[in-house]
């Protein structure tokens, strides 16, 4: 058996490294750390969080795709990070809903990836 401490960092592919970097720095205030430009991949931390965003031109999520990454937000948060999604003319795919006792919202980046707020978290 292999022992996991923690994640290391959870990696999106994009379509433009600059677009995306924008993105995730304006949403959830996310700073750069690491911009390898010419190999196409930066790394973006907020917190114990860290994304690698790794461009790959004419990127696009599958519309069938399931997978997405999870935020945990604040259930007293929860209401304005919504009124933020639709100030920022996102569109949102799934909720707001009811969950294990809280709620959740999806919605998705510039190239579709599907990102979760949700609350309570599973720990």
Same mark, same amino acid.
């Given at each position: 058996?292999?022992?996991?401490?923690?994640?290391?960092?959870?990696?999106?592919?994009?379509? #433009?490294?600059?677009?995306? *970097?924008? =993105? %995730?720095? &304006?949403?959830? @205030? /996310?700073?750069?750390?690491?911009?390898?430009?010419?190999?196409?991949?930066?790394?973006?931390?907020?917190?114990?969080?860290?994304?690698?965003?790794?461009?790959?031109?004419?990127?696009?999520?599958?519309? #069938?795709?399931?997978?997405? *990454?999870? =935020? %945990?937000? &604040?259930?007293? @948060? /929860?209401?304005?990070?919504?009124?933020?999604?639709?100030?920022?003319?996102?569109?949102?795919?799934?909720?707001?809903?009811?969950?294990?006792?809280?709620?959740?919202?999806v919605f998705?980046?510039?190239?579709?990836?599907?990102?979760?707020?949700?609350?309570?978290?599973?720990?």
């Amino acid at each position: 058996m292999i022992v996991i401490e923690s994640i290391n960092h959870v990696g999106i592919t994009v379509s #433009d490294l600059e677009k995306s *970097i924008q =993105f %995730y720095k &304006d949403l959830f @205030d /996310f700073e750069v750390i690491e911009n390898i430009s010419n190999s196409g991949q930066a790394f973006l931390k907020m917190g114990d969080i860290l994304l690698s965003l790794v461009e790959v031109k004419g990127y696009t999520n599958s519309k #069938d795709s399931k997978n997405c *990454i999870s =935020f %945990y937000v &604040d259930e007293e @948060d /929860f209401d304005d990070a919504i009124d933020e999604i639709e100030e920022m003319g996102l569109t949102i795919v799934s909720g707001p809903e009811n969950i294990r006792k809280g709620q959740r919202v999806v919605f998705a980046d510039p190239d579709g990836n599907l990102i979760e707020l949700a609350y309570p978290k599973i720990d």
